[in-house]
């Protein structure tokens, strides 16, 4: 058997190789794309997923924060930075529910266009408290008198 | 010759550099992301109609699995909350406190009153202390199934404590 006889045997073996193609420049093997950017990977895979997941969690620890700041200095500063952090922080978590639960192209699309709307008027909703009414702050601290 | 070739496929060196061109010129690697092959999983077995396997009716629940749907349970009922108190303040007339007073003026009794107070309180302090434990997972620390049980019952008790401090002492 000649040469490529062998090597498109071995490919199939190694099943890295799916298609074929004429005129391809630099196809890594799939394992080295996984491993991210080694020294032999010249291409790019978006760090989107990556910086999202650092962001959850950036997000998460800010809003731990927020809670002693809201007891100990209540005010407009901490409700808008609280509404922001707990519309973001509840706008990604369902969206990390829905993305495991919700399948296929066209319903992903609508239940994400469905909790971005969402998200938009909780946060418009919460602005417009802490700007018409008593703020966030406040509104527990009065809840909690009762 | 095949041995030497699997065994540089496998280890993925520069086999595919330009210069092997004569060996790998009609190859290409497999393009689909996991978000592609999702999606076809779910096409194929939708279309086939395939029922799916029994799964949380058959496996025996375990303590951590309990806590993790009581967090994303929460989570969700949280937001819900939120967003309903947001849409509430858009379209109600009137302000906070005039619905404040108006829910005291129903008289609901101690009991009653503390109950709910507990039902907003819990709420919180579970998902804010195993959101903690969560975080303490992401850097790295407390896999070990003990630790995993340990924490677990921590953040438990200190849920229904904090959560009876808040409505007793705030």
């Known amino acids: ?146 | 010759m095949a041995l030497l070739l699997r065994t540089f496929t496998r280890q993925g060196t520069c086999l595919f550099r330009p210069q092997f061109g004569i060996l790998c010129r009609h190859a290409v690697p497999m393009g689909t992301t996991a978000n592609e092959e999702m999606n076809t999983f779910w096409a194929k077995n939708n279309k086939l109609n395939r029922p799916m396997s029994p799964h949380l009716t058959i496996y025996k629940w375990s303590m951590p699995m309990m806590m993790s749907i009581t967090h994303r349970g929460t989570g969700v009922g949280l937001s819900g909350g939120i967003s309903a108190f947001a849409l509430l303040a858009l379209v109600l007339p009137g302000n906070y406190p005039y619905y404040l007073d108006l829910i005291h003026s129903l008289s609901v009794g101690p009991a009653l009153l503390s109950l709910a107070k507990f039902g907003i309180a819990f709420p919180v302090s579970y998902h804010t202390l195993n959101g903690i434990r969560h975080l303490f997972w992401d850097s790295g620390k407390g896999f070990k199934i003990p630790e995993v049980y340990r924490s677990g019952y921590v953040v438990i008790v200190l849920s229904i404590l904090t959560s009876i401090a808040a409505i007793a002492y705030m």
Not at chain 1, 46 to 51: D, E, M, N, Q
Not at chain 1, 95 to 121: C, R, W
């Open chain 1, 1 to 146: 058997m000649d040469e490529h006889a062998l090597f498109y045997r071995s490919s199939l073996l190694s099943r890295t190789l799916v298609a074929q193609q004429k005129d391809q420049d630099c196809p890594y093997p799939l394992t080295a794309r996984i491993h991210g950017s080694s020294s032999l990977y010249a291409g790019s895979v978006s760090k989107a997923a990556s910086l999202h997941w650092t962001g959850e969690r950036v997000v998460s620890v800010l809003l731990l924060a927020m809670g002693p700041a809201a007891y100990y200095f209540p005010g407009p500063a901490v409700d808008y930075s609280l509404a922001a952090a707990l519309t973001l922080h509840g706008h990604w978590g369902i969206g990390q529910v829905l993305t495991d639960y919700v399948h296929g192209e066209p319903k992903i699309k609508m239940v994400n266009a469905g909790l971005f709307l969402l998200s938009t008027v909780t946060f418009a909703g919460l602005c417009y408290f802490n700007y018409n009414d008593v703020g966030i702050c406040k509104a527990v601290a009065l809840l909690w008198s009762k």
